[in-house]
C-alpha cells in the first residue's frame, strides 16, 4: 500500500484524530470556503452566561501557553516590545476601523451567541473605542440590518462606507450599504446593491469610487462619487470570498490572493479582468497581506499554516514575485499590521492548519518583518489566543490593538470566545539601553491637515536634524485577517532648520486620495505621534516654504574730497565729502577717520565734514558707510600732505 507523506496528512488527520480520542481544544472546520459552510461552522445556540463564561475560560486556558511563549524571548521590551493588559469590550472585535479622529469603530452581530441563534436581525452591536481614554461609547446599529460579515473602507471625508452584511438566520447576505459618520457617530443608508452580499470586499478607488466584490455575487459594483452604484456586468468572475483587493501603480485594482492566482481588474466602464501567472503553490485562504511600499505586497501564512511568505511588486507590466524569509511560526488566522516605521507586524493565528480554531495550537508571539532584510524577529507574546474573527489595527500612537476571536461553531465546541482586546507596544517605543523605559519620542508641532499630488509640504518638528524616515499610513479597515485599505507610503524629505519638507509623489495611484496617517521617524528608530494628513488629488499645491532670508549687502562708499596726493598749507579748513549708498536698504551714517580716528560723522546727503588742520604733516582719510542693518564698508584711502607755511 502507498503511504502518503506525513507532511500531507498531518493537519486533516490530527484534527480528526483530536475529536476521536476526546482532545479538548480542537475541531474538524466544515467547508468554509462558501457561505453555506460557514452557516454550518456558525451555527450555535446559547445563552448570554455561558458566553460569559467562555470569555473567561479562554483567557485562562491561554495563561500557561502565553507565558511559555513570553519565556522564549527576551524581556526587554526594547527587544520584544510590550503588552497591555486584556481588557473586556462590550463587542467581539470582528470588525474594526480607524477613524479620522483617532478612535476606532468596532461591530460584531446581534448578541454573543451564534448570529443564526437570533431571530432579530435587526441591528448591530457596535461601539466606539478611545485607546486615550479607554473608553467605550455606544453606536449601536439601528437602521434595521445587521451588518455582520460586511465589507467596509474609508471614503474620501474619513467616514466609512460598509457594503453587505447578515440578512437572517440562514446567513444570507443584505444589498443594503451603510454610512457611518465618525464626527457624529451616527449610521445612514446609502444606496441597495444589485444582490445581497455576506463576506465582500470593499476597495477605496483613485477617483473617490469604491469597488465592491464578491460576498456572493460574482458581479462587482461600484459606488460612485454620487452615491449611486453601478454594475461591472463585463467583469463577472468567481472568486474567494474576502478577496484581496488594492489599487495598483497602473490605477487598477490588483488581486493578490487568497488563492494563487494573481488578476488585475480595470474597474472603468464595464470591467475587466487581467490573468497574470501564480503567486506560488499555496491557497492562502485565511492568510493575511499587507501592501508595505508603492506596488509592493506582502503575503505570509494561511492555508495549511504555513510560514512563507512571498512579496509581490507590481510596479512593472507583470507581476514579479520572490521570497523573502519564513516566519517562525506557520500561522493561519492571524493578521499582518503595517507600523508606523513601514515593517509589517504579524499577531495571533494557530499553527496547526485548523480551519477555524485550535485552542491547542494557538500562536501567541508576535513578529515583526522588515522590508530592508526580508528578515522576520519573534517579539512579545500575547495573552489571549486570536484566532478566527480576531483583528489587529495600528492606532495614531504606534501601537498596535488586537482584539476578538470567537462567535462560530467550531470555536463554541472547542470553548472560544475572547470578547476583548490588549494593545501592543512595539519594540521601537522603548530605549535600547535595557532599562525597559519609553524611548523619547519626535514629535509633530505642526503639518498641513490637507495635501496634493505632486507638491511638498512642510512639516514642523524639533526633531528635524534626527530624522531618517517620514511615511504616510492610510487608515486601516481590517476583519476576517483581510485588511481592506491600509498602505505604507513613503515620503522623501529634506530637513532644514525646525522643518522637514517632505514630497508627495506624483502618481494618485500611488496612495488613493483620502485620510493618511503622517509619521516621522528619527535616527534611534522611534516613531511620532501621527499627524492625520487628506491627501486630495484636487488640492492646490502647498504654497512654497519661505525662502531664508537673504544676506544683507553691506552699503557703499567712496571718500571725494579731499583726493589723494592733494598738498595744502597750514593753517587749513579741509572739506572732507563722499558719496554712499545702499541697494537693499539705507544709510545711516558717514563716518570721516584720519587714520583710526574718528574725525566726525554726518547723517545725511550730502556727507561732508569740515576739518581743521594747524599741524603740518601727512594724514590718511577714509568715509566708512552704515547701512540700516549694521553692515559697514570703509571707502578708498586718501593720502594727503600738509606744508608748513614759510
Same mark, same amino acid.
Given at each position: 500500500?502507498?503511504?502518503?507523506?506525513?507532511?500531507?496528512?498531518?493537519?486533516?488527520?490530527?484534527?480528526?484524530?483530536?475529536?476521536?480520542?476526546?482532545?479538548?481544544?480542537?475541531?474538524?472546520?466544515?467547508?468554509?470556503?462558501?457561505?453555506?459552510?460557514?452557516?454550518?461552522?456558525?451555527?450555535?445556540?446559547?445563552?448570554?452566561?455561558?458566553?460569559?463564561?467562555?470569555?473567561?475560560?479562554?483567557? !485562562?486556558?491561554?495563561?500557561?501557553?502565553?507565558? @511559555?511563549?513570553?519565556?522564549?524571548?527576551?524581556?526587554?521590551?526594547?527587544?520584544?516590545?510590550?503588552?497591555?493588559?486584556?481588557?473586556?469590550?462590550?463587542?467581539?472585535?470582528?470588525?474594526?476601523?480607524?477613524?479620522?479622529?483617532?478612535?476606532?469603530?468596532?461591530?460584531?452581530?446581534?448578541?454573543?451567541? @451564534?448570529?443564526?441563534?437570533?431571530?432579530?436581525?435587526?441591528?448591530?452591536?457596535?461601539?466606539?473605542?478611545?485607546?486615550?481614554?479607554?473608553?467605550?461609547?455606544?453606536?449601536?446599529?439601528?437602521?434595521?440590518?445587521?451588518?455582520?460579515?460586511?465589507?467596509? @473602507?474609508?471614503?474620501?471625508?474619513?467616514?466609512?462606507?460598509?457594503?453587505?452584511?447578515?440578512?437572517?438566520?440562514?446567513?444570507?447576505?443584505?444589498?443594503?450599504?451603510?454610512?457611518?459618520?465618525?464626527?457624529?457617530?451616527?449610521?445612514?443608508?446609502?444606496?441597495?446593491?444589485?444582490?445581497?452580499?455576506?463576506?465582500?470586499?470593499?476597495?477605496?478607488?483613485?477617483?473617490?469610487?469604491?469597488?465592491?466584490?464578491?460576498?456572493?455575487?460574482?458581479?462587482?459594483?461600484?459606488?460612485?462619487?454620487?452615491?449611486?452604484?453601478?454594475?461591472?456586468?463585463?467583469?463577472?468572475?468567481?472568486?474567494?470570498?474576502?478577496?484581496?483587493?488594492?489599487?495598483?501603480?497602473?490605477? &487598477?485594482?490588483?488581486?493578490?490572493?487568497?488563492?494563487?492566482?494573481? &488578476?488585475?481588474?480595470?474597474?472603468?466602464?464595464?470591467?475587466?479582468?487581467?490573468?497574470?501567472?501564480?503567486?506560488?503553490?499555496?491557497?492562502?485562504?485565511?492568510?493575511?497581506?499587507?501592501?508595505?511600499?508603492?506596488?509592493?505586497?506582502?503575503?505570509?501564512?494561511?492555508?495549511?499554516?504555513?510560514?512563507?511568505?512571498?512579496?509581490?511588486?507590481?510596479?512593472?507590466?507583470?507581476?514579479?514575485?520572490?521570497?523573502?524569509?519564513?516566519?517562525?511560526?506557520?500561522? &493561519?488566522?492571524?493578521?499582518?499590521?503595517?507600523?508606523?516605521?513601514?515593517?509589517?507586524?504579524?499577531?495571533? %493565528?494557530?499553527?496547526?492548519?485548523?480551519?477555524?480554531?485550535?485552542?491547542?495550537?494557538?500562536?501567541?508571539?508576535?513578529?515583526?518583518?522588515?522590508?530592508?532584510?526580508?528578515?522576520?524577529?519573534?517579539?512579545?507574546?500575547?495573552?489571549?489566543?486570536? !484566532?478566527?474573527?480576531?483583528?489587529?489595527?495600528?492606532?495614531?500612537?504606534?501601537?498596535?490593538?488586537?482584539?476578538?476571536?470567537?462567535?462560530?461553531?467550531?470555536?463554541? !465546541?472547542?470553548?472560544?470566545?475572547?470578547?476583548?482586546?490588549?494593545?501592543?507596544?512595539?519594540?521601537?517605543?522603548?530605549?535600547?539601553?535595557?532599562?525597559?523605559?519609553?524611548?523619547? &519620542?519626535?514629535?509633530?508641532?505642526?503639518?498641513?491637515?490637507?495635501?496634493?499630488? %505632486?507638491?511638498?509640504?512642510?512639516?514642523?518638528?524639533?526633531?528635524?536634524?534626527?530624522?531618517?524616515?517620514?511615511?504616510?499610513?492610510?487608515?486601516?479597515? !481590517?476583519?476576517?485577517?483581510?485588511?481592506?485599505?491600509?498602505?505604507?507610503?513613503?515620503?522623501?524629505?529634506?530637513?532644514?532648520?525646525?522643518?522637514?519638507?517632505?514630497?508627495?509623489?506624483?502618481?494618485?495611484?500611488?496612495?488613493?486620495?483620502?485620510?493618511?496617517?503622517?509619521?516621522?521617524?528619527?535616527?534611534?528608530?522611534?516613531?511620532?505621534?501621527?499627524?492625520?494628513?487628506?491627501?486630495?488629488?484636487?488640492?492646490?499645491?502647498?504654497?512654497?516654504?519661505?525662502?531664508?532670508?537673504?544676506?544683507?549687502?553691506?552699503?557703499?562708499?567712496?571718500?571725494?574730497?579731499?583726493?589723494?596726493?592733494?598738498?595744502?598749507?597750514?593753517?587749513?579748513?579741509?572739506?572732507?565729502?563722499?558719496?554712499?549708498?545702499?541697494?537693499?536698504?539705507?544709510?545711516?551714517?558717514?563716518?570721516?577717520?584720519?587714520?583710526?580716528?574718528?574725525?566726525?560723522?554726518?547723517?545725511?546727503?550730502?556727507?561732508?565734514?569740515?576739518?581743521?588742520?594747524?599741524?603740518?604733516?601727512?594724514?590718511?582719510?577714509?568715509?566708512?558707510?552704515?547701512?540700516? @542693518?549694521?553692515?559697514?564698508?570703509?571707502?578708498?584711502?586718501?593720502?594727503?600732505?600738509?606744508?608748513?607755511?614759510?
Amino acid at each position: 500500500m502507498r503511504r502518503l507523506p506525513l507532511v500531507a496528512i498531518t493537519p486533516a488527520i490530527v484534527l480528526s484524530l483530536a475529536l476521536m480520542l476526546g482532545v479538548p481544544g480542537a475541531a474538524v472546520a466544515q467547508d468554509i470556503h462558501t457561505p453555506e459552510g460557514h452557516a454550518a461552522e456558525d451555527h450555535v445556540i446559547h445563552d448570554a452566561a455561558t458566553e460569559a463564561r467562555l470569555n473567561q475560560e479562554t483567557r !485562562q486556558r491561554s495563561a500557561a501557553p502565553s507565558q @511559555a511563549a513570553a519565556a522564549a524571548v527576551a524581556a526587554d521590551p526594547g527587544q520584544s516590545g510590550q503588552w497591555g493588559p486584556v481588557v473586556n469590550w462590550p463587542v467581539v472585535g470582528i470588525h474594526v476601523a480607524l477613524l479620522p479622529n483617532g478612535k476606532v469603530l468596532a461591530w460584531d452581530s446581534v448578541g454573543d451567541a @451564534a448570529t443564526e441563534s437570533f431571530p432579530d436581525q435587526t441591528f448591530t452591536r457596535a461601539t466606539v473605542y478611545d485607546p486615550q481614554m479607554d473608553s467605550q461609547t455606544p453606536v449601536q446599529v439601528n437602521t434595521g440590518y445587521n451588518i455582520f460579515c460586511a465589507g467596509f @473602507a474609508h471614503l474620501f471625508d474619513g467616514s466609512l462606507f460598509i457594503a453587505g452584511g447578515n440578512k437572517d438566520q440562514q446567513l444570507n447576505g443584505i444589498v443594503q450599504t451603510h454610512l457611518f459618520n465618525p464626527a457624529t457617530n451616527t449610521w445612514s443608508l446609502g444606496p441597495n446593491m444589485a444582490a445581497g452580499r455576506w463576506y465582500p470586499s470593499v476597495t477605496p478607488l483613485t477617483n473617490g469610487e469604491m469597488l465592491i466584490t464578491e460576498g456572493g455575487p460574482d458581479i462587482p459594483e461600484v459606488r460612485k462619487t454620487d452615491g449611486t452604484l453601478r454594475a461591472l456586468n463585463t467583469a463577472s468572475l468567481n472568486l474567494p470570498l474576502y478577496p484581496w483587493m488594492d489599487v495598483a501603480p497602473d490605477g &487598477r485594482v490588483f488581486y493578490s490572493g487568497p488563492d494563487p492566482t494573481l &488578476r488585475k481588474l480595470d474597474p472603468a466602464g464595464g470591467g475587466s479582468w487581467q490573468t497574470f501567472g501564480q503567486r506560488d503553490g499555496i491557497n492562502r485562504d485565511y492568510g493575511s497581506h499587507a501592501v508595505f511600499d508603492v506596488g509592493k505586497t506582502l503575503v505570509a501564512g494561511g492555508g495549511p499554516s504555513s510560514r512563507d511568505a512571498r512579496v509581490i511588486d507590481i510596479n512593472g507590466a507583470t507581476p514579479q514575485v520572490s521570497a523573502t524569509a519564513p516566519m517562525a511560526f506557520g500561522r &493561519r488566522q492571524h493578521n499582518l499590521t503595517l507600523l508606523a516605521d513601514g515593517t509589517v507586524l504579524a499577531t495571533g %493565528g494557530n499553527s496547526t492548519g485548523a480551519g477555524l480554531i485550535d485552542m491547542n495550537g494557538g500562536v501567541y508571539n508576535a513578529e515583526r518583518w522588515d522590508p530592508a532584510t526580508g528578515q522576520w524577529t519573534t517579539l512579545a507574546a500575547q495573552a489571549v489566543t486570536r !484566532q478566527y474573527h480576531s483583528t489587529a489595527l495600528l492606532l495614531p500612537d504606534g501601537r498596535v490593538l488586537s482584539s476578538g476571536g470567537g462567535i462560530c461553531g467550531t470555536c463554541d !465546541q472547542v470553548g472560544y470566545l475572547a470578547k476583548n482586546a490588549e494593545i501592543f507596544s512595539p519594540p521601537y517605543l522603548f530605549k535600547k539601553d535595557g532599562s525597559g523605559q519609553l524611548a523619547p &519620542r519626535p514629535t509633530i508641532t505642526d503639518a498641513p491637515g490637507t495635501v496634493g499630488y %505632486g507638491t511638498s509640504f512642510q512639516i514642523t518638528t524639533p526633531n528635524a536634524a534626527s530624522i531618517q524616515k517620514v511615511g504616510l499610513i492610510r487608515l486601516g479597515s !481590517q476583519t476576517h485577517s483581510v485588511e481592506m485599505e491600509q498602505r505604507y507610503i513613503p515620503l522623501s524629505f529634506t530637513a532644514g532648520s525646525g522643518t522637514l519638507t517632505a514630497s508627495v509623489p506624483a502618481n494618485v495611484n500611488a496612495a488613493v486620495p483620502g485620510v493618511y496617517m503622517l509619521f516621522i521617524v528619527d535616527s534611534a528608530g522611534v516613531p511620532s505621534v501621527a499627524k492625520m494628513v487628506t491627501l486630495d488629488s484636487a488640492a492646490s499645491p502647498s504654497p512654497p516654504p519661505p525662502p531664508p532670508p537673504a544676506s544683507n549687502q553691506p552699503p557703499t562708499t567712496s571718500l571725494t574730497s579731499p583726493s589723494n596726493g592733494a598738498v595744502f598749507t597750514s593753517p587749513v579748513k579741509l572739506s572732507l565729502a563722499a558719496s554712499a549708498s545702499d541697494a537693499d536698504g539705507t544709510v545711516v551714517r558717514v563716518e570721516f577717520f584720519n587714520g583710526t580716528t574718528k574725525l566726525g560723522e554726518d547723517t545725511s546727503v550730502p556727507y561732508t565734514l569740515q576739518w581743521n588742520v594747524g599741524a603740518a604733516g601727512t594724514y590718511a582719510l577714509t568715509a566708512r558707510a552704515t547701512d540700516d @542693518a549694521g553692515a559697514t564698508t570703509t571707502s578708498n584711502t586718501a593720502t594727503i600732505t600738509v606744508k608748513k607755511k614759510r
